[in-house]
């Protein structure tokens, strides 16, 4: 989606003033939602269940903070010696060459490092899923023992063959 941005952007940029960018808009909707859900997405896959929502908070506090702010201060102050047009083409051209050398990277490195990601994950989902099972036997045999106690108490030493179960 950030690479169809960028083509359009640079194939429309020549129009001055870019009304086209009116009917772009329309796209920032959907284009936002994917995005998001993606990236989402590719978080909760990779980072440890114990900080989802650091996660969810530090994406979103870098994309619509830091990322808007960034580029609505560098819009503005190229849009006096560039022209409207200029920071189009000039927006259009980093936004392609920055998706090619994050894409390129990822390449290179990001599949290795994912895998590796991931296989630490799996381990340590394992072990807290084994501690939870190992404590939810502890709370089911001490509520057993517990119901088979009370039901001696109550029944005079005879346990009903229900709360043993």
Request: proline share 4%.
């Given at each position: 989606m950030v690479a169809l941005a960028a083509l359009i952007n640079l194939l429309l940029s020549r129009q001055s003033p870019p009304y086209y960018?009116?009917?772009?808009?329309?796209?920032?909707?959907?284009?936002?939602?994917?995005?998001?859900?993606?990236?989402?997405?590719?978080?909760?896959?990779?980072?440890?269940?114990?900080?989802?929502?650091?996660?969810?908070?530090?994406?979103?506090?870098?994309?619509?903070?830091?990322?808007?702010?960034?580029?609505?201060?560098?819009?503005?102050?190229?849009?006096?010696?560039?022209?409207?047009?200029?920071?189009?083409?000039?927006?259009?051209?980093?936004?392609?060459?920055?998706?090619?050398?994050?894409?390129?990277?990822?390449?290179?490195?990001?599949?290795?490092?994912?895998?590796?990601?991931?296989?630490?994950?799996?381990?340590?989902?394992?072990?807290?899923?084994?501690?939870?099972?190992?404590?939810?036997?502890?709370?089911?045999?001490?509520?057993?023992?517990?119901?088979?106690?009370?039901?001696?108490?109550?029944?005079?030493?005879?346990?009903?063959?229900?709360?043993?179960?």
């Amino acid at each position: 989606m950030v690479a169809l941005a960028a083509l359009i952007n640079l194939l429309l940029s020549r129009q001055s003033p870019p009304y086209y960018a009116l009917a772009l808009a329309l796209l920032d909707g959907p284009s936002v939602a994917l995005q998001w859900t993606a990236t989402l997405y590719y978080g909760f896959k990779i980072c440890p269940p114990d900080l989802v929502g650091t996660m969810a908070s530090l994406s979103g506090t870098f994309q619509w903070v830091v990322g808007k702010g960034i580029g609505s201060f560098a819009g503005g102050q190229l849009s006096g010696p560039l022209g409207l047009p200029g920071v189009f083409i000039y927006s259009g051209s980093v936004l392609a060459a920055a998706t090619s050398v994050v894409w390129l990277l990822y390449r290179i490195w990001g599949g290795r490092w994912e895998a590796d990601v991931l296989e630490r994950k799996r381990i340590v989902v394992e072990a807290m899923e084994d501690a939870a099972d190992g404590n939810n036997e502890k709370k089911q045999s001490g509520r057993k023992t517990s119901s088979i106690r009370v039901e001696e108490q109550v029944h005079g030493g005879e346990a009903d063959e229900v709360s043993k179960l």
